[in-house]
């Protein structure tokens, strides 16, 4: 049998031993384990006593989340208190498994000894009131209130301690709730604020009785919102502790009548069946454009007959509240039997509503953390647009289920429209756009580079591409479905941390990295850019921006290219369009300005040379050169070196070794 005060996990040996070094003043025993899989199967096997402090080193990061629900699901560790070490728990999956954390204390990367051992020592604290209670309840007693959300109270009233589920109840951990006045948490009227009350006029309350039942009270929670509960204040044989409140959350509000209960699905809070046909009528009658996407769960009634129908009924809530969480608008309504609806107004291109069910589709793809659990689903889409697939609320989700049932006959985590030409063009362009996401997920784009030189051969900067694998041109298909599928930011950073582990630019030579209309918006997709380069020791100096010009965007420009160029970006203007706003085009220093090969294509051969040499003139004049990405289509290079094009680019394979 295995004995310690403090039991540490983790998969990186010098991880352990640094924890071991810096927890020893404590003065406490430890134990070591090099995985999880050899705590659970401890635990399972009795071979463990449970220890005062379990310590997760979540490396990687990504596992921290199925651990917490393993260790949840075991009943030998359903009180094990957890002090997780991890990094990127601001990632978008923390939306979803949120609730796993509430119970736990989390403390990011990188670890200060001083912290660490402040943290355990806390946590020590809250568990030693824990055992206390335990021995002090004992059998049935304890048995029956651990079960509750509990929290104890010293002589002043303040929070002692705070089991696992008050702390997912009321949205802060256990450390954050202990210390606080119970009187912080309740809703109480403005003229009771000042009114000090501690545990002794909690007692006087109670009187002569061992409890007494409250049927509704409010509780404020850490998120901001409130909690109507059902709660009992207590006596407890603890010298110290001699006080608690046991809650548990009321059920959603009773409808005062069958009408408005028929509104809403009791189960997953969501608008029911009634309440959306209400909402498309008036949409409809509009003859505004709209979306409406239908969703079933995939094989619900197989997770139901082997997990059970509790689990059942928990996957669903839990999807429930990731599709609040993952859409940016519209009506979220629950049909009932793991079916959803999503009405989205305003959308009338099928390829926008295709996206979003792919969005939907992904996110619902990843791991559903319960009960100690993982269950995967997927989800099958009908999608119905309005008012080419039906104008009135009935013709609409007639068309919408019907494009359901073709979806589920054809298999499981299929999307089809109601319209069948929409299903030949429109599928085979979201097959190909998620094909692109997989590829840029799984590393499998091909690097290629742009080598901008001069007439004599010398390097001004070098650009990379990413190659769409069997893609017969260099990088232009891969750049498109970026820019189409919304994954623009995320093939800049590919292209940026692929070039940065490359050997160093030669000396006056800029990485070149376009920016697309989206980007110039997002200003935190600019400052990842900028974190990253310093991260590797670089600066945005040594960048050259490749800014796209599109004429219904010059306000934009105007406003983003001063901001730009003070961060210290060196810019180069992209002419792929017609017309030029000469207030945008003296907004910010340029480096160079680029001329696109489709521009180059359509000037008329005769006007062609008269045209680029007033340009090259015109940039000589702002104190910059022009860069011409079509040469050898309509020009050749040195036709336009000749007419003072300053540098001419150069699609290859693998990076230049040198200048």
């Known amino acids: 049998?295995?004995?310690?005060?403090?039991?540490?996990?983790?998969?990186?040996?010098?991880?352990?031993?640094?924890?071991?070094?810096?927890?020893?003043?404590?003065?406490?025993?430890?134990?070591?384990?090099?995985?999880?899989?050899?705590?659970?199967?401890?635990?399972?096997?009795?071979?463990?006593?449970?220890?005062?402090?379990?310590?997760?080193?979540?490396?990687?990061?990504?596992?921290?989340?199925?651990?917490?629900?393993?260790?949840?699901?075991?009943?030998?560790?359903a009180e094990l208190p957890v002090l997780l070490l991890a990094d990127n728990l601001a990632d978008a999956s923390r939306r979803f498994y949120s609730d796993l954390l509430f119970g736990v204390e989390c403390l990011p990367k990188p670890v200060n000894p001083l912290r660490l051992r402040e943290r355990a020592l806390a946590c020590l604290s809250q568990e030693a009131c824990r055992r206390d209670l335990e021995g002090s309840l004992a059998g049935a007693d304890w048995g029956r209130v651990r079960g509750e959300a509990l929290l104890a109270l010293d002589a002043s009233g303040h929070i002692r301690y705070a089991s696992r589920h008050a702390a997912r109840w009321l949205r802060l951990s256990p450390l954050a709730l202990g210390g606080l006045s119970l009187q912080s948490l309740l809703e109480l009227p403005v003229t009771a604020i000042d009114t000090p009350w501690a545990a002794t006029s909690l007692a006087r309350a109670l009187g002569d009785a061992s409890a007494l039942e409250l049927p509704r009270l409010s509780l404020w929670r850490g998120d901001g919102g409130s909690l109507a509960v059902q709660a009992a204040l207590m006596r407890l044989p603890v010298a110290d502790l001699p006080l608690a409140l046991a809650f548990r959350p009321l059920q959603a509000a009773a409808a005062d009548d069958l009408a408005t209960l028929a509104r809403v699905d009791l189960l997953t809070g969501l608008p029911a069946r009634p309440h959306l046909e209400e909402a498309l009528r008036p949409a409809l009658a509009g003859m505004q454009p709209l979306a409406l996407l239908l969703l079933d769960l995939d094989h619900l009634r197989h997770i139901n007959e082997t997990l059970g129908y509790d689990l059942g009924d928990q996957l669903l809530r839990a999807v429930a509240t990731r599709l609040r969480a993952v859409?940016?608008?519209?009506?979220?309504?629950?049909?009932?039997?793991?079916?959803?609806?999503?009405?989205?107004?305003?959308?009338?291109?099928?390829?926008?509503?295709?996206?979003?069910?792919?969005r939907l589709q992904a996110q619902l793809r990843l791991p559903f953390l319960l009960a100690g659990h993982e269950v995967f689903c997927s989800v099958s889409v009908g999608i119905g647009l309005a008012p080419s697939a039906g104008d009135d609320a009935e013709q609409l989700l007639r068309a919408a289920e019907r494009a359901l049932e073709r979806a589920k006959a054809l298999g499981r985590g299929v999307i089809?429209?109601?319209?069948?030409?929409?299903?030949?063009?429109?599928?085979?362009?979201?097959?190909?756009?998620?094909?692109?996401?997989?590829?840029?997920?799984?590393?499998?784009?091909?690097?290629?580079?742009?080598?901008?030189?001069?007439?004599?051969?010398?390097?001004?900067?070098?650009?990379?591409?990413?190659?769409?694998?069997?893609?017969?041109?260099?990088?232009?298909?891969?750049?498109?479905?970026?820019?189409?599928?919304?994954?623009?930011?995320e093939l800049s950073e590919w292209l940026l941390r692929r070039a940065l582990h490359q050997p160093s630019l030669p000396p006056g030579v800029a990485l070149g990295l376009a920016l697309t209309p989206a980007q110039l918006v997002d200003a935190e997709a600019l400052d990842q850019l900028a974190v990253r380069l310093l991260r590797q020791g670089g600066t945005p100096a040594q960048v050259l921006l490749f800014v796209p010009w599109r004429t219904d965007e010059a306000g934009l420009l105007r406003r983003i290219l001063p901001q730009l160029a003070a961060q210290g970006w060196r810019l180069?203007?992209?002419?792929?369009a017609d017309g030029v706003d000469l207030e945008a085009l003296a907004a910010a220093r340029w480096q160079a300005l680029v001329l696109g090969?489709?521009?180059?294509?359509?000037?008329?051969?005769?006007?062609?040379?008269?045209?680029?040499?007033?340009?090259?003139?015109?940039?000589?004049?702002?104190?910059?050169?022009?860069?011409?990405?079509?040469?050898?289509?309509?020009?050749?290079?040195?036709?336009?070196?000749?007419?003072?094009?300053?540098a001419c680019s150069e699609d290859l394979k693998t990076r230049p070794s040198n200048s």
């Open 1 to 77: 049998m295995l004995t310690a005060d403090l039991l540490v996990v983790s998969s990186v040996a010098a991880n352990r031993a640094c924890l071991a070094e810096w927890l020893a003043p404590l003065g406490l025993s430890c134990c070591l384990l090099e995985d999880e899989a050899g705590l659970l199967q401890a635990l399972r096997q009795r071979r463990l006593e449970p220890p005062r402090l379990l310590i997760v080193d979540g490396h990687p990061a990504d596992e921290c989340y199925p651990l917490l629900n393993r260790l949840q699901g075991e009943p030998a560790a």
């Open 327 to 358: 859409r940016e608008s519209g009506l979220l309504a629950s049909l009932g039997g793991g079916r959803f609806a999503l009405m989205v107004e305003s959308v009338s291109d099928y390829r926008v509503a295709g996206r979003l069910a792919q």
């Open 416 to 489: 089809q429209f109601a319209a069948a030409e929409q299903n030949r063009f429109g599928i085979e362009r979201l097959e190909r756009e998620t094909a692109f996401h997989q590829a840029l997920r799984e590393e499998r784009l091909e690097l290629g580079w742009r080598a901008w030189r001069r007439s004599d051969g010398t390097l001004l900067a070098l650009q990379p591409l990413a190659r769409w694998p069997g893609e017969a041109g260099q990088g232009g298909e891969a750049a498109r479905l970026a820019e189409e599928c919304g994954r623009a930011r």
């Open 572 to 576: 180069a203007l992209s002419l792929e």
């Open 597 to 646: 090969a489709e521009p180059l294509r359509r000037l008329a051969p005769e006007a062609a040379p008269g045209v680029l040499a007033g340009l090259a003139a015109l940039a000589g004049k702002m104190g910059c050169g022009v860069f011409c990405e079509g040469a050898g289509a309509a020009f050749s290079r040195a036709e336009l070196f000749a007419l003072g094009i300053e």
